[in-house]
């Protein structure tokens, strides 16, 4: 089993940056791929980093292309998401997930693991 609570969020400006973490528990992250996914209110999860087991690959869904960067630091069992230039459609409920592969993962049933959330709001 993996527990995984993410933090970071809270209300920025649009423009701004906001650095999300992910803390992982109960088994040592390095055997696990991550990804981030997000809610807004009335939406449906939708993907938006992956982040190989190494940190060597990455992915991003195309709405946050340029703006997001994931990285992962194995040692602390830590995996970030680094959001800059923030928009009000960035605002959601933000997950991490974990996936029992190495290898990167682009849909919500590719996960095993999930974080409870952690809630971003851009103002205009």
């Known amino acids: 089993q993996v527990q995984l609570v993410e933090s970071g969020g809270g209300l920025v400006q649009a423009g701004g940056s906001l650095t999300l973490s992910c803390v992982a528990s109960?088994?040592?992250?390095?055997?696990?791929?991550m990804g981030w996914f997000r809610q807004a209110p009335g939406k449906g999860r939708e993907f938006v980093a992956a982040i190989s087991w190494s940190g060597g690959s990455t992915y991003y869904a195309d709405s946050v292309k340029g703006r997001f960067t994931a990285s992962r630091d194995n040692a602390k069992n830590t995996v970030y998401l680094q959001m800059n230039s923030l928009k009000p459609e960035d605002t959601a409920v933000y997950y991490c997930?974990?996936?029992?592969?190495?290898?990167?993962?682009?849909?919500?049933?590719?996960?095993?693991?999930w974080g409870q959330g952690t809630q971003v709001t851009v103002s205009s």
């Open positions: 997930a974990a996936r029992s592969d190495v290898g990167l993962g682009f849909a919500r049933d590719e996960y095993d693991y």
């Open positions: 109960g088994r040592t992250l390095g055997r696990y791929a």
